[in-house]
């Protein structure tokens, strides 16, 4: 990672101070107001798109606009269009980790009179924490997704393995499932967001809050037990790359399309992950594709177990939403949040495979294994610390660099203090 990038990530972040001399405009009337929400990536589905825009359309006469921001350049478009009252979404989604980034610079309208109207305390509380400045609300949850394993029962089976109970065992297991072709567990080598539930597990933290001053934690004893499991469980388990970090696994866990064989006996990997897990089949509409049929024969789910039994912390994804206080269409905008947090709304998001923020309808997901593996893992989820340049150590690559050398069998003391360094410049914004 080279310091011009970490240099530009931090810049991006320190001209949202700009945003703490905004004012919210004065409160209008939301009836035939034309407003503009940002999504991130594509995880809300188009049937769930065409009912906000059909339901804002029928609760003010006015157009919703929805506009898709790609996740790679979400931050420096974020930091460019909130402050600019002409240019800016009125309701934006964000990934849960960057909400701290922006809420202490007054980016986001505070909307904590809406709180108990939007869920109250039925919301994923981790989620309503890290969209918390001072006790007032700024940013509440959308969706949450979580983490958990996804394994070969076949290949256990044959190996005379059972589902672990606590996570030294799925240590063991994962290494000797190990072969020269096939993954007892694949994780990529700069896989932080998978890694840290080793760190969690074992009661470390990232970063803590020193007095009024953030500090990196790696150093701490709790965080070097858990990335002194993580890295032995690497070079035990794992064939995958130690530079990989965002990868697919479910393409290692199915049947491999050259050798026909698994190139991996277990992944961990986020919920929706399923649908790309099973028997491969080519493609009906794509004959250039394959597409995948569970098979409960084959494959199987479980949660990470932690170091004494019960679930492991794993890192819980998702997004929370806000609306912008640059925004000129406050009352419009509160409609809007109004029907993203309805009943009918939070049941579609379930029904979709997408975590509800309001966990009244977590039932919604439906029962299957892999929604109560979704609501077991998420239970014990954890978020990345609610520091406010916490958007700049995600954007500056330092983690994934870190968490490779720790990987590829380096010192971790002598890593983690350089680290800590590194990461503590750039926590407080």
């Given amino acids: ?35 503009t929400l940002w ?6 589905p188009d049937a769930l798109r065409d009912y906000l825009k059909t339901e804002y359309a029928d609760a003010t006469g006015g157009t919703l606009t ?11 478009k974020l930091t460019t269009a909130l402050p600019d009252a002409e240019n800016t979404p009125d309701v934006v989604e964000i990934g849960n980790t960057w909400s701290p980034t922006f809420t202490t610079v007054g980016a986001f309208t505070d909307i904590s009179d809406m709180y108990d109207e939007l869920g109250g305390d039925s919301l994923l509380p981790s989620f309503v924490e890290i ?76 970063a803590v809050k020193d007095g009024d001053q953030w500090v990196s934690t790696l150093s701490d004893p709790n965080t070097i037990e858990g990335l002194t499991q993580l890295q032995s469980l690497f070079q035990s388990a794992s064939l995958a790359p130690v530079t990989e970090y965002d990868s697919t696994p479910w393409v290692n866990i199915n049947n491999n399309e050259a050798t026909g064989a698994p190139e991996a006996a277990t992944i961990i990997a986020p919920g929706w992950a399923h649908w790309s897990i099973g028997d491969l089949a080519p493609d009906p509409n794509d004959d250039t594709k394959q597409v995948a049929t569970w098979n409960d024969e084959v494959f199987g789910t479980f949660v990470l177990p932690g170091v004494d039994g019960g679930v492991a912390p794993v890192f819980a994804g998702g997004s929370n939403i806000a609306i912008s206080a640059a925004s000129k269409n406050q009352a419009a905008a509160k409609e809007l949040m109004k029907i993203i947090f309805s009943e009918e709304y939070q049941t579609m998001l379930g029904e979709n495979g997408l975590g509800p923020a309001n966990l009244d309808y977590a039932d919604s997901l439906g029962d299957d294994q892999f929604a109560v593996a979704l609501r077991e893992s998420a239970a014990g989820s954890k978020l990345t610390p609610a520091a406010p340049g916490w958007a700049a150590v995600e954007g500056s690559g330092l ?31």
């Fill in 131 to 206: 969209g918390e400045v001072d006790g007032a609300n700024y940013a509440l949850p959308y969706y949450f997704g979580s983490r958990y394993m996804f394994y070969r029962k076949d290949i256990w089976s044959a190996a005379g393995k059972e589902v672990p109970t606590t996570l030294a065992e799925f240590n063991e297991t994962a290494a000797s499932l190990k072969t020269a072709t096939q993954s007892g567990f694949y994780i990529g080598g700069q896989d932080w967001r998978n890694g840290i539930s080793w760190i969690f597990a074992n009661g470390g933290e990232l």
């Fill in 1 to 35: 990672m080279t310091m011009k990038k970490i240099g530009a990530v931090a810049a991006a972040t320190a001209a949202l101070l700009v945003l703490a001399g905004c004012s919210t405009p004065a409160p209008e009337d939301a009836g035939g107001t034309d407003i």
């Fill in 66 to 76: 929805i506009e898709e921001q790609s996740w790679g350049d979400a931050l420096s």
């Fill in 399 to 429: 983690l994934e660099e870190f968490f490779g050398k720790v990987n590829e069998g380096g010192d971790i003391p002598a890593l983690a203090a350089e680290y800590d360094e590194k990461i503590t410049a750039l926590l407080n914004g």
């Fill in 39 to 44: 999504l991130m990536g594509g995880d809300t």
